[in-house]
């Protein structure tokens, strides 16, 4: 990685970036630190791709130098990072949130972030750091089973989506989360502003959220006129034939062509979700998947 660093400093004229570690790589924190402080002196980068999600390598060392890179690279209008954190030291989030801060042309952010013990005021850093952008057309949060996540995050969700009213493509993932009503609302009222939406992917599988929650979240979804892609994971889930009726009056009332309903384990009664099912025999879908 060291060489690999070496060979990469002084590309002035390399702007875009793609690292994918393969599962179980014998990496150090050291050699991926050497890597992305060689990639920092390429201050042309636009775009920049990084998935490490091997078991194992991420330290705060190595989102120290990101936020490093992230603060030199401020011209980085795509960025995809994900990662799974081997150890709780909030430096390593620090230097990432003051990194994100300082991007100043973010178009398209994309964050992964695998660890189960998250706090909730660490992912809000992080989400309010990303909330400082102006000019978001994509944006990508993925929390998975990150148990500890609760209303501070999701206000910090909601601050972004309200300073970002351009985005059209949105996916957020927040698997095994405590998802509040309050959190609901505030999610919900985040997606109100976003006018341009045309693409939503929402996870909320195994989450504590409510059936008002879901009729909260439900009813912002068919107030957002452009929005022709949907995709619901809601896995093991206690959905009342109410959210299937709202998901069929979603489907009945926008002019969404490609949808999928994830529904595994959830106990989604078989009249609702053959009232889901009518609604293609009546719209002309390019895409259309209900699973169970």
Not at 84 to 108: I, M, P, W, Y
Not at 137 to 144: A, D, E, M, N, W
């Amino acid at each position: 990685m060291i060489s690999l660093s070496e060979a990469i400093q002084g590309k002035k004229r390399l702007s875009s970036i793609n690292i994918s570690l393969r599962p179980y790589t014998n990496i150090t924190d050291f050699g991926l630190s050497a890597l992305l402080n060689g990639i920092s002196t390429i201050l042309a980068l636009s775009e920049l791709d990084l998935n490490f999600m091997s078991p194992g390598i991420v330290s705060s060392k190595t989102l120290e130098s990101l936020g490093g890179l992230l603060k030199k690279c401020s011209s980085i209008a795509t960025l995809n990072f994900k990662f799974q954190l081997t150890n709780d030291s909030n430096s390593g989030f620090v230097a990432l949130s003051e990194g994100l801060r300082a991007l100043k042309q973010a178009k398209h952010i994309s964050l992964t972030i695998s660890k189960d013990s998250i706090s909730d005021e660490t992912a809000a850093l992080i989400v309010n750091a990303i909330s400082q952008q102006r000019q978001l057309s994509k944006l990508v949060l993925c929390f998975p089973m990150c148990g500890y996540i609760r209303d501070r995050t999701f206000q910090g969700i909601c601050s972004i989506l309200n300073c970002n009213s351009s985005i059209s493509k949105l996916e957020i993932s927040l698997s095994e989360t405590q998802f509040s009503d309050d959190a609901a609302k505030m999610f919900a009222s985040g997606l109100n502003c976003l006018v341009d939406l045309t693409e939503i992917l929402l996870d909320l599988s195994q989450t504590n959220v409510s059936e008002n929650g879901m009729i909260c979240v439900m009813d912002c979804l068919l107030s957002l006129r452009k929005l022709r892609r949907l995709n619901l994971v809601l896995n093991h889930l206690s959905l009342s034939d109410v959210i299937g009726d709202k998901i069929a009056t979603l489907l009945r009332h926008t002019e969404i062509i490609n949808f999928s309903l994830f529904g595994v384990q959830s106990n989604i009664s078989a009249l609702a979700i053959e009232n889901i099912q009518q609604i293609r025999k009546t719209r002309n879908f390019k895409h259309f998947l209900v699973k169970i």
